[in-house]
Structure formats: C-alpha cells, structure tokens
C-alpha cells in the first residue's frame, strides 16, 4: 500500500510588515511542520517593501534565521518556499540558495512548485502580466522600504477593514480563469494529471472552486482584518 504524503500551505504572511499578524499562527504552523512531510510558503512570506526593521539587510537576516528555525522544527519535512512579489530580491535570492545548501529539507522557487497533482504559485505572475509567464519572474536588484507614517496609513487602513475591498478586485471566478489560462497556455508547466492549484497574492480566502477541470484554494492573508488559514494538502 503506497502512503499518501501529508502537506500543508498558506500564503502571504508578510512577516515584519506592521499589519501582519502572522504570529498567531506561529504555533499551529510549528506543530504542522513537526507531522508533516511537506510545507509550502506560498509567497509573500516576507515583505521588503513594508518591513518595519531598519535596512533590507537585516529584514534578511531575521527572514533566514525565521525560515532555518521553521526547516528545523520538522527536520522529516520538506519546507518549499515560493516566490511572491514582495519578497522577490536578488541579493535574498542568494541567502536562500546558501540556506538550502545548508538544510537537506529546504527548497525554494523562483515562481511555481508542481508536486504530484498539486500546482503552487503566488498568483502574480498569472494575474497581473500576460499569460505563460510563470516561469519568467524577475529578482530586482533593490526595494525602497516604504516608511514608518506609511506603514501606520496601511495599519491603520487594516484595523478599520477597508484592506476587505480586495475581494471586489480581486473576484475569486476571475482570478481563477485568469490562473487557469496561464496555466494552459505556458508549455513549461507539466498540466498533465492537475487536480489542485493553490495561489495566494489576491488575500482572499477561498476553497474548492472548480475551473477549467482544476480546483482551486487560496489561504487568504495573514493581514491584520483579513481571514486566513492553514490549509492542509494531500
């Protein structure tokens, strides 16, 4: 009898940004990562553009030393970290290569993870440029930090729930469509026996919605005012 592996996903967490709530969700996350045998960070993990510390460098740093003691806790399980919009750096593309040469169970990727019938990308790539692209997604030499009376604007816009208005943007039925044409049309992504496509970027929670003979899931943001969750992945 061949053992169905056991995984878990969610996205957007932006850690260090002030409107992240991620460390509710620590704990849970810590104990998924110890039974599993394998977790995908599914972009957006980290967010250079809003981090609250005082240089790109260090926001480095503290997302490194947050990934290794994750890989750690579940030394059995594959951690897979996708790339997001925010986190998508060269010079942190280097610390992760050197983390994964470092740890037998880290992983990272540039845009998508294809893993037996389960598709995980970000979403950017698919939702905001022309189809096939997700493969071509572009590491940026430097990010500006945005700024403390910024950040406390986008703290405050959080706390009063107007982020809420990205599900009238980003509607779940578009989105979807949208994912599911670059899919088809990007010869560099095995489609073949596709069941399950996990994105984030939109932070709008959803599950099980059918498109194109795939379904698809979102674990929605962890953002201060946003529902998220963990989902599981088989």
């Known amino acids: ?105 880290f992983k990272w990727h540039r845009s998508h993870l294809r893993k037996g019938r389960n598709l995980f990308l970000h979403g950017d790539l698919a939702l905001t440029g022309p189809a096939g692209r997700l493969r071509e997604r572009e590491l940026l030499p430097s990010i500006r930090i945005m700024g403390t009376l910024l950040s406390w604007l986008y703290e405050l816009m959080a706390v009063m729930r107007l982020l809420r208005v990205a599900k009238i943007f980003h509607r779940p039925q578009k989105c979807v469509k949208q994912i599911a044409r670059c899919i088809q049309n990007d010869p560099a992504v095995d489609s073949d026996g596709l069941r399950d496509v996990y994105f984030g970027h939109t932070h709008v929670q959803m599950d099980d919605l059918e498109c194109e003979g795939m379904t698809f899931h979102n674990t929605g943001s962890a953002i201060r005012g946003m529902p998220f969750i963990m989902m599981k992945v088989q």
């Open 1 to 105: 009898m061949v053992m169905k592996s056991k995984g878990y996903v969610v996205s957007d967490l932006h850690l260090f940004a002030m409107r992240s709530v991620s460390s509710r969700y620590h704990k849970a996350m810590i104990r998924a990562v110890g039974d599993a045998d394998f977790f995908v960070l599914n972009g957006d993990t980290v967010d250079f553009k809003w981090t609250t510390l005082d240089a790109i460098e260090r926001t480095e740093t503290e997302t490194i030393a947050w990934l290794e003691r994750f890989a750690l806790a579940g030394p059995q399980c594959t951690v897979h970290y996708v790339m997001g919009n925010h986190d998508a750096l060269e010079s942190f593309a280097n610390r992760l290569d050197e983390l994964a040469g470092r740890l037998e169970n």
